[in-house]
């Protein structure tokens, strides 16, 4: 299963930015698609995007064009860069982690994935 620990999330202000990180250790992070999904109160977790072995992407229609997925391989780490912040945005940001030989994006579902992170909270104010 390994570990994923996010860090990078806060307080921000709407039209900020913010740099979300997950570190992933106890797993062969090579053959791993990664993901971020982010839920709110009261509603289910929501996919937000996703980065393929190969580094190809897909992102939610609300997230498209204002936040960017990549990948480091040597550093075992997925970023979430964030754009454009919206006071909709504000949820707890869990990253997540499934062994796959897909190399284009291809799970977008909360039940595709077995290993998540402990999540990090954004709360973008207006």
């Known amino acids: 299963q390994g570990q994923l620990l996010e860090s990078g999330g806060g307080v921000v202000q709407a039209g900020d930015s913010l740099r979300l990180s997950c570190v992933v250790s106890g797993r062969t992070f090579s053959r791993d698609a990664l993901a971020w999904f982010r839920q709110t109160p009261g509603k289910e977790r929501e996919f937000v995007s996703t980065?393929?072995?190969?580094?190809?992407?897909y992102y939610a229609a609300s997230v498209k064009d204002r936040f960017t997925i990549s990948r480091d391989n040597g550093k075992k780490t997925v970023y979430l860069q964030m754009n454009s912040l919206k006071p909709e945005d504000t949820a707890v940001y869990y990253c997540a982690a499934k062994g796959t030989i897909l190399t284009v994006p291809h799970y977008v579902k909360v039940d595709d994935y077995s290993s998540w992170g402990q999540g990090t909270q954004v709360t973008v104010s207006s």
């Open positions: 980065i393929s072995r190969s580094g190809s992407t």
